[in-house]
């Protein structure tokens, strides 16, 4: 038998329009019947008026609802993944590419996940441990990426990136990015990375603003193991979805691989990943008309 369905709400508070939309959905829940856990934000430095204690605060609920751009579902990923909780992301932020439903469309949206008309689409993430002196000293989940860059006053960092197999390459230039699918659309993208369809079973690495002509994109499968050491003694980071971050040392190692979890997306069949690419990364347009 299937277990009642119980809403979380997670809302980006900085944005006017999503805070309305969580309004209004927590009326339209109300007036439904819905159970639901009142409206939530990730991040500590929100205005008061939302939950913070979210692991206590979204513990009744079995389905999210984000409402924000790609930056409040990344963050929801984290926490829903080891859960197995099911993710539907409302598009109120900037760009919204993984975003699965405009505005117009909650009430909609909200009907179908009661009537379990909706699927799933799993998502790989990657785990990143970081160790100092061998020594496991940090962790984070990430759905888009994991990003080793340079610190806001540093020179070049020097990435020694490693494989299972073997030695890959040192890259020279603002950083390496190891990204899955999902985020080869994002940071990835942006940096020269190829376009991956989110199903294709791969991790990438992508070097930032290498200092070399010869520096390019390498496409690995998923079950391999990459190992990060920074070389340079000058102030570096590492970020996971650009919203946890850590300051590294001369020596650090990052070890990332696919971790044991995926996040799950609620998909209605409205959008494909092609139309996306059309419609917000403007891939259709033609230039010169």
Same mark, same amino acid.
């Given at each position: 038998m299937k277990a009642p369905c119980t809403i979380g709400i997670v809302v980006n508070p900085h944005r006017p329009k999503a805070v309305e939309a969580a309004e209004? #959905?927590?009326?339209?829940?109300t007036e439904s019947g819905v159970p639901f856990c009142s409206p939530c934000?990730?991040?500590? @430095?929100?205005?008061t008026g939302f939950a913070k204690d979210v692991e206590s605060h979204l513990e009744p609920a079995n389905i999210l609802v984000t409402l924000g751009g790609d930056g409040? !579902?990344?963050?929801?990923s984290r926490y829903a993944a080891p859960r197995g909780i099911p993710l539907l992301s409302i598009r109120l932020g900037g760009f919204g590419f993984l975003a699965e439903v405009e505005p117009h469309e909650i009430e909609w949206a909200v009907r179908r996940i009661l009537s379990g008309e909706? *699927?799933? %689409? %799993?998502?790989?993430? !990657?785990?990143?441990?970081? #160790?100092?002196?061998?020594? %496991?000293?940090? %962790? $984070?989940?990430? #759905?888009?990426?994991?990003?080793?860059? @340079?610190?806001?006053? $540093?020179?070049?960092?020097?990435? @020694?990136t490693e494989v299972a197999a073997g030695y890959l390459s040192t890259y020279s230039g603002d950083g390496v990015i190891v990204s899955t699918p999902t985020g080869s659309t994002a940071y990835s993208l942006s940096s020269g990375g190829p376009i991956v369809h989110p199903s294709v079973p791969v991790i990438l690495i992508t070097p930032i603003c290498p200092h070399s002509l010869n520096a390019r994109s390498v496409v690995l499968s998923d079950e391999e193991t990459v190992l990060l050491t920074v070389e340079s003694s000058d102030e570096a980071m590492m970020t996971a979805d650009g919203q946890v971050g850590f300051t590294l040392?001369?020596?650090?190692?990052?070890?990332?691989?696919?971790?044991?979890?995926?996040?799950? !997306?609620?998909?209605?069949? !409205? @959008? *494909?990943?092609?139309?996306?690419?059309q419609t917000r990364l403007r891939w259709a347009d033609s230039f010169g008309t």
């Open positions: 209004k #959905l927590v009326q339209l829940l934000v990730f991040d500590a @430095r929100a205005p409040t !579902l990344l963050a929801a909706y *699927s799933i %689409e %799993e998502r790989i993430m !990657l785990h990143a441990v970081l #160790l100092r002196g061998g020594t %496991e000293t940090a %962790e $984070s989940l990430a #759905l888009n990426d994991v990003v080793v860059t @340079r610190g806001a006053l $540093s020179r070049v960092v020097l990435v @020694r040392q001369q020596g650090d190692q990052i070890r990332i691989k696919r971790a044991d979890v995926k996040a799950r !997306l609620i998909k209605f069949g !409205l @959008r *494909s990943f092609y139309d996306n690419l």
